[in-house]
């Protein structure tokens, strides 16, 4: 056997904009295995509930990440809703199901680029983020916000969008798919990227299953997992396919992140056909009283809320379940074996949010 | 116009950020904003840095490599807090293991506000940055801390 050595990952990485600490035992080039330390982000305000009305905490929720904060504040929101027992406008689910999913689109554009990244190709990340800034400047249209978006409240949402502005986005959608089309076929069919990808951090389907990996990690190892299957907000009225791909590489979660682009832009466009005129929002009193599980796709899976309210303002805990968080666990199986150079990709395949996971 | 105000290099600290913030800074490298056209590049490598963008708060576990990453880049050094996190700890500032802004560790220079803050404003908190780390070099210059270096000449 030959000396094992450990080579520090992080905090600081070129690779990562964010804090987490890898310890690399090495035998060569080869990783033997992985240490992973956490806590680099950790702010603690799962306690803040007690501290902020419920109506109030709504933007604390939102700030737990700022790629997917509509999800977060909307699940949040649904938390208390279902508490409550409030009866949420069709038009306020509908907006909020457009709004997640340009989430999605914009958080897997910027998955795209920072992957791309990873393995050294400079020109594709630039190419994926200036497609990305169609997406934000939707958001910014119609929330006020680029990133954190602020819309959603409970009861409902803040903001309605017009007819006419949603007939006009849905012609700047065909916009947006031809240059995501353009991206994409990069990344699936580009051979040297293809080659950088293919066989590099495999997981099988049964230990991606059982190791507890969560959206298009798990899907890309062949475990059809999606949270909107469940049907919360309007997610029921349309028809959501849930994309798949078997090989359980690098290559395959890049797949599946690239196919759900366009399965975005599908639920929009089926959204802005069935949405119904009405109302966004419902006048809410009381306080919650009671505890719920809220469940919903993220855009790096399952994300789960748990919320408790003994009948006043203040909820008494709120515990935060990210997707990233259970995907450390196949990324650690994913590592073990692999060489150092593949380590950015991988890391990076599983799209880890560390300010999700430590919050 | 120095070497230094043609091409600054930045590095990039997330302290205890939402990303959104970050987020934003990569968005202001990319082409829509692309500051690269200023000679501005985005390294990983403290050593290589001349302005330490740091975004988020300060907690116990972030103290030390915030330190590091700023003991390392090379005097002169400019450092821009973006995102009212920074500067205050913002809307988590009294959650438990929030210290407050990343002032309580380091000196700063730039404040740069908003949540998150734009990609405008953080362009414009790094050219203000570029006028500071002017007057610093011209005053490592005066009190010969720079060696033989004369002001004006190329390094």
Redesign the interface.
Known sequence: MSKQIIVPFG?????L???IHLDLVLEDETVVDVIPSI???????E??VE?REFTEYV??AE?????C?FVHGATYCEGIEQIMKIDVPERAQYLRVIWSEFSRLHSHL?WL?CFADSFGFENL??GA??T??RV?DFMEETTG????QGTSKIGGVRRDISSERLDKMVKDLDILDQEMKELTTVFLHDDSVRHRLRNVGVISREDAYHLGAVGPTARGSGVAIDMRKLGYGAYDRLNVPVITDSCGDCLSRCTVRAKELFTSTDLIRQAVSKIPDGPVEVKVTGAPDGEYFTRAEQPRGELVHYLKGNGSKFLVRSRIRTPTLTNIPPLIKMLQGCELADVPVIVLSIDP?I?CTER | MTYLQKSPWIV????????????????AL???FDVERFGIVN????KHADILLCT??V?E??KV?LK??YDMIPEPKVVVAIGICAASGG??R?????QGGIDKIIPVDVWVPG??A?PESIIDGVVTALGILEQKRAKMLEKGSAGSIKAGEAV
């Open positions: 905090p600081q990485h070129p690779v904009p964010e804090p806590g680099y982000i950790h702010r603690g305000f306690k803040l501290k933007y604390v700030r737990t990440c700022g790629i904060s910027l680029g990340f630039m983020w200036k990305r800034e934000l916000g680029r990133v954190i949010c300010s | 990039h600290y997330n302290a205890s950020s939402c990303n959104g913030c970050d987020i934003e800074i990569l968005a990319t082409p829509v390294t990983g490598n403290p988020g708060s907690n576990r972030n490599p590091n990453v809307i988590f009294e959650c438990y293991n929030v949540c998150a734009r």
